[in-house]
């Protein structure tokens, strides 16, 4: 047999279709648990099974779609065995031994903090459970489903992660505003997703093949690996007590050629489809749809759960004034445990511009690990920004990045032996963009040269730990002009060349530049605009600083990047003119 | 006879020694005229002519240092045909046809207005009755000399060059801190000689050679004629009533040596100096050095009569605020004919940072070319900055470019052919940089492409002219972005490519980039920060602006063109930082 791993995104896959629906068309009553037919009715989940494989589904689903300890106490080991077993015994009895057996994850069913009360590591550990009864029974893959908060579908990339090493798959369910019920875009659900390393991800349930149309567009527009699109039979219907599905399997297998042509890998079917519409989709999509494996998208990205940012396109301003450094009031904050204050400034920077938030929480005194989480956590249910965890303590960045629902800025890792030992590890389990100082053992170089070469060791290494390039965004140090005269030079040498020679992304705590300086935002202003022209991708900075503020709108507009400057008109249209400069000598000639 | 253009800077010339001087020891009293003797004394003029030329010397100078009809009303011609007739006598009798005649000019001993009376013109006049004399009477060059008024050397070389179309050498005379009495330095004076097409520059008179060699650096390190060293015989002291020069003529030879490795060109003598000073100098020169041919600069200068201003180390700041466009101020001042308001104008623009201020005086119901003659006269008597003339009327350019003291800018010529036939003779006539305008016939190209062709095309009739590419500054033409949101970019593309393809310099006038948008000084600002950073060698702008000198600033001290940051400091270190921004809101979480 060969591995699933080894022929996903090389040729057409073929998922099964609607369990629960096929059961309740066995004779499913309406409170009972399908799961529990594992046991009771074994033969029919067998049969079901067997149809699938018969109709020439590569990819059979265990009947464990809500099978966790909440609804089962004691039983989930058993009854996921059983579930594996029965899809291996109709493996068997239809001589399909080439087909695998996907272990089904469905929800909780229960509502994360800060929505509902399940605890995040809770929701991990209830998935882990079930997953590691499910590998040990001898699935071939976990397909994690119908998932409709990014949250939920993190803890169960997690806990499949942790706890298999079988490839995990995973389908979301998005609503008529092409979003999760959490927010989520089929972007940041991508983007966070293939960050915590899965196989696959796609789209299933909610709609007919048709109505999901925009959102496989989406999927294939943005993902580097293979889509799956399990849709149902149509739209749902009422019909005398019995929800009836409009789409019967001709329009459907139809409507699944047009799907295939956007660029998929697999299909198959949700609630309301049966054997014959799997069967009949793959007869027309095998004959009609030259297979066309995903393209990778090199995209630099980082998201919330629900907002995207992209490095490139535009630079981005990331609000650094959560960041004790310098900031008596904050260090206040953090040590009164002032959440409020701190939530304030992320409020304030997102109202001023940010796109991204710096969160640098790290003083002497305090516990920076369980901190982490507290902010990371707290900024997450009051802002949608993206985050940028800061801090030099491996084990507080991971504590942000396993908590953080989406996929974050990691500020930062540098080109020491020791901390790339420590931080790559962390973007390759939980993904992010990696922010890497072009420093090492031997210091800060003075040189672009020496800068450079950091850099590229930085990518080297990443690429040891299978980070791709555009997870790293390379920081070419600003040192202030006030001391070494040449420093503003090599810092924008470093990042132009990190634009041109290392098609990479760059970016600068831009503040630093102009330290000893009188009226610092100046300097730091004007330094942003060099920095920008030359191709910096991310800002460290104030956004609350009007003088900051200025040199971005002025930049967006003179570069293009504000349509018909109406960014700019917004911000200055209402200011008055400064009133005209009065010379100081009156001159009598 | 081989012409004196064809050896000149190839080969080593010596001119005579000391004229006046001789005479003296010849017995001319203190009070007689020395150019009488052309007429009372001839055979001690031609003997001393002989006697130059058995030392060696190529060129001997007429004795009409100080023959001019202020001092010789209606002899001019005769005493001047007197004094070329006596030097051709003795190259007859020596035998040297090879030697060359020059028409020996000196000062009219009158100054100039605004520090004399006399006028521009008044001098030009009195200096061309001799020289058309001279070359009548059929000298071989004329040798100005002995000029320590630059404006005096402007009026007398074009005397010359529009009167005759002999070799023009000149040399002037320096004080113990390098100047001429009004102000030139050796780099002024010969940018501006150069502008006006002389055939070689130099030093006469005033120190003996030693003391000369701070002054003979710089020629030779800024000069691309040949340079002309033509000291006393040491330092003048007055020994029983006569004056005696403290050199010999051995130390005066061995020191000469050490001048000709500077890298000069021509050498000889000036006050004290005999023929057997040259003799003996000739000899050493000839058997210790190897001659070396100047080495052309391609310097892109402007300058007034005392103050350079060098095109591209660092931007140059054009103050834009004595041009009536938009300014209903200024426009009444030109009609109440209030210059004291346009030189106030120009004055606080100088306080306030301006390198270069912009004269245009355009209105349609004055007459320009009469206003242009007296705004660039007014304006030189109370500042030192060099000055851009700026007017689309030829006449009204060549009336300031031949009244200016300097080698000025001139705003400008475009693609056009009328255009370039018109003003590119001015510029080659008078000498200027020329501001040359991205724009022909078919308009404004909307690319860098078509920009960049213009550009081309206008350095290459320059070429035709005879006018250096330095002497060349593209304006690659702001435009407003609130109507093409491409047109910055367009715009930095040009200057970028005159740069790095034309290896030329660029202009714009800045503040065009914003028009039609709120705060137009922050647009401006950043702007021009974004143009300097692509290459921009000139800036037209406001400087009394805060903005934009923010924009200067910063620039200059992050991109190490503010040694220690010091003006930057000096300008800001006594603001205050502006408070803290408050946001808006107060945030309740
Ligand atoms: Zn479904
Ligand atoms: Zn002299
Ligand atoms: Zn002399």
Same mark, same amino acid.
């Given at each position: 047999?060969?591995?699933?791993?080894?022929?996903?995104?090389?040729?057409?896959?073929?998922?099964?279709?609607?369990?629960?629906?096929?059961?309740?068309?066995?004779?499913?009553?309406?409170?009972?648990?399908?799961?529990?037919?594992?046991?009771?009715?074994?033969?029919?989940?067998?049969?079901?099974?067997?149809?699938?494989?018969?109709?020439?589904?590569?990819?059979?689903?265990?009947?464990?779609?809500?099978?966790?300890?909440?609804?089962?106490?004691?039983?989930?080991?058993?009854?996921?065995?059983?579930?594996?077993?029965?899809?291996?015994?109709?493996?068997?009895?239809?001589?399909?031994?080439?087909?695998?057996?996907?272990?089904?994850?469905?929800?909780?069913?229960?509502?994360?903090?800060?929505?509902?009360?399940?605890?995040?590591?809770?929701?991990?550990?209830?998935?882990?459970?079930?997953?590691?009864?499910?590998?040990?029974?001898?699935?071939?893959?976990?397909?994690?489903?119908?998932?409709?908060?990014?949250?939920?579908?993190?803890?169960?990339?997690?806990?499949?992660?942790?706890?298999?090493?079988?490839?995990?798959?995973?389908?979301?369910?998005?609503?008529?505003?092409?979003?999760?019920?959490?927010?989520?875009?089929?972007?940041?659900?991508?983007?966070?997703?293939?960050? +915590? &390393? #899965?196989?696959? /991800? @796609?789209?299933? %349930? $909610?709609?007919? !093949?048709?109505?999901?149309?925009?959102?496989?567009?989406?999927?294939?527009?943005?993902?580097?690996?293979?889509?799956?699109?399990?849709?149902?039979?149509?739209?749902?219907?009422?019909?005398?007590?019995?929800?009836?599905?409009?789409?019967?399997?001709?329009?459907?297998?139809?409507?699944?050629?047009?799907?295939?042509? +956007? &660029? #998929?890998?697999? /299909? @198959?079917?949700? %609630? $309301?489809?049966? !054997?014959?519409?799997?069967?009949?989709?793959?007869?027309?999509?095998?004959?009609?749809?030259?297979?066309?494996?995903?393209?990778?998208?090199?995209?630099?990205?980082?998201?919330?759960?629900?907002?995207?940012?992209?490095?490139?396109?535009?630079?981005?301003?990331?609000?650094?004034?959560?960041?004790?450094?310098?900031?008596?009031?904050?260090?206040?904050?953090?040590?009164?445990?002032?959440?409020?204050?701190?939530?304030?400034?992320?409020?304030?920077?997102?109202?001023?511009?940010?796109?991204?938030?710096?969160?640098?929480?790290?003083?002497?005194?305090?516990?920076?690990?369980?901190?982490?989480?507290?902010?990371?956590?707290?900024?997450?249910?009051?802002?949608?920004?993206?985050?940028?965890?800061?801090?030099?303590?491996?084990?507080?960045?991971?504590?942000?990045?396993?908590?953080?629902?989406?996929?974050?800025?990691?500020?930062?890792?540098?080109?020491?032996?020791?901390?790339?030992?420590?931080?790559?590890?962390?973007?390759?389990?939980?993904?992010?963009?990696?922010?890497?100082?072009?420093?090492?053992?031997?210091?800060?170089?003075?040189?672009?040269?020496?800068?450079?070469?950091?850099?590229?060791?930085?990518?080297?290494?990443?690429?040891?730990?299978?980070?791709?390039?555009?997870?790293?965004?390379?920081?070419?140090?600003?040192?202030?002009?006030?001391?070494?005269?040449?420093?503003?030079?090599?810092?924008?040498?470093?990042?132009?060349?990190?634009?041109?020679?290392?098609?990479?992304?760059?970016?600068?705590?831009?503040?630093?530049?102009?330290?000893?300086?009188?009226?610092?935002?100046?300097?730091?202003?004007?330094?942003?605009?060099?920095?920008?022209?030359?191709?910096?991708?991310?800002?460290?900075?104030?956004?609350?600083?009007?003088?900051?503020?200025?040199?971005?709108?002025?930049?967006?507009?003179?570069?293009?990047?504000?349509?018909?400057?109406?960014?700019?008109?917004?911000?200055?249209?209402?200011?008055?003119?400064?009133?005209?400069?009065?010379?100081?000598?009156?001159?009598?000639?």
């Amino acid at each position: 047999m060969k591995s699933l791993r080894s022929r996903l995104g090389k040729e057409w896959l073929f998922c099964d279709g609607g369990t629960g629906t096929s059961l309740q068309a066995l004779g499913l009553a309406g409170g009972e648990l399908p799961e529990r037919w594992n046991q009771t009715h074994p033969d029919r989940i067998r049969a079901l099974h067997e149809d699938y494989l018969k109709a020439g589904c590569d990819i059979i689903n265990t009947n464990t779609f809500g099978l966790n300890t909440l609804k089962f106490p004691g039983e989930v080991e058993s009854l996921t065995a059983a579930a594996v077993h029965l899809a291996q015994e109709a493996k068997e009895r239809t001589g399909r031994e080439d087909a695998y057996i996907a272990l089904d994850i469905g929800p909780t069913g229960k509502l994360l903090k800060p929505m509902g009360d399940l605890d995040f590591e809770e929701a991990v550990a209830l998935f882990a459970e079930t997953i590691r009864a499910g590998a040990q029974a001898g699935a071939d893959l976990v397909l994690i489903e119908t998932m409709s908060d990014s949250y939920e579908s993190k803890a169960a990339v997690l806990a499949a992660k942790e706890n298999c090493s079988l490839p995990v798959l995973i389908t979301n369910i998005y609503n008529e505003n092409g979003k999760l019920m959490t927010g989520g875009t089929p972007e940041t659900v991508v983007a966070m997703l293939e960050g +915590l &390393g #899965v196989d696959a /991800v @796609g789209v299933n %349930c $909610g709609f007919g !093949p048709q109505e999901m149309i925009p959102i496989v567009k989406r999927l294939t527009a943005c993902a580097s690996v293979p889509v799956i699109v399990n849709p149902n039979a149509g739209l749902p219907k009422q019909i005398k007590g019995r929800t009836v599905y409009d789409l019967g399997a001709e329009d459907f297998a139809q409507t699944m050629v047009d799907i295939a042509k +956007l &660029g #998929v890998q697999v /299909v @198959g079917g949700c %609630c $309301g489809t049966t !054997p014959d519409y799997i069967k009949r989709a793959r007869e027309l999509v095998l004959k009609h749809v030259p297979f066309r494996p995903i393209e990778p998208k090199h995209r630099a990205v980082i998201c919330s759960g629900s907002q995207l940012a992209e490095i490139g396109p535009k630079p981005l301003l990331i609000g650094e004034r959560i960041n004790p450094t310098g900031k008596k009031r904050l260090k206040q904050a953090l040590r009164e445990h002032d959440l409020n204050y701190i939530l304030q400034q992320g409020l304030a920077q997102e109202e001023a511009g940010a796109d991204v938030l710096d969160v640098n929480i790290g003083l002497p005194e305090l516990d920076e690990p369980a901190m982490m989480a507290e902010v990371t956590t707290a900024l997450q249910s009051v802002t949608t920004l993206p985050l940028q965890l800061d801090s030099s303590d491996p084990e507080a960045l991971e504590r942000g990045m396993r908590l953080y629902n989406g996929k974050p800025m990691i500020n930062s890792v540098n080109g020491k032996a020791e901390s790339m030992a420590a931080v790559f590890p962390l973007i390759k389990k939980y993904g992010g963009v990696c922010v890497g100082l072009a420093l090492d053992e031997n210091g800060i170089p003075d040189s672009a040269d020496g800068r450079i070469a950091i850099a590229k060791k930085i990518y080297a290494k990443a690429a040891e730990y299978g980070i791709a390039p555009e997870d790293i965004v390379i920081d070419g140090l600003a040192m202030t002009v006030s001391s070494d005269s040449r420093s503003a030079l090599i810092t924008l040498e470093t990042i132009r060349r990190v634009r041109d020679e290392l098609q990479g992304h760059s970016i600068l705590g831009v503040s630093n530049i102009s330290f000893g300086l009188p009226q610092r935002q100046i300097i730091n202003a004007h330094f942003l605009t060099l920095a920008m022209q030359d191709g910096l991708s991310c800002a460290i900075m104030n956004p609350n600083n009007a003088e900051m503020m200025k040199s971005v709108r002025a930049y967006m507009a003179l570069m293009d990047l504000d349509e018909n400057c109406l960014q700019y008109i917004q911000a200055y249209s209402e200011q008055e003119t400064a009133p005209p400069v009065q010379t100081k000598t009156a001159y009598t000639l």
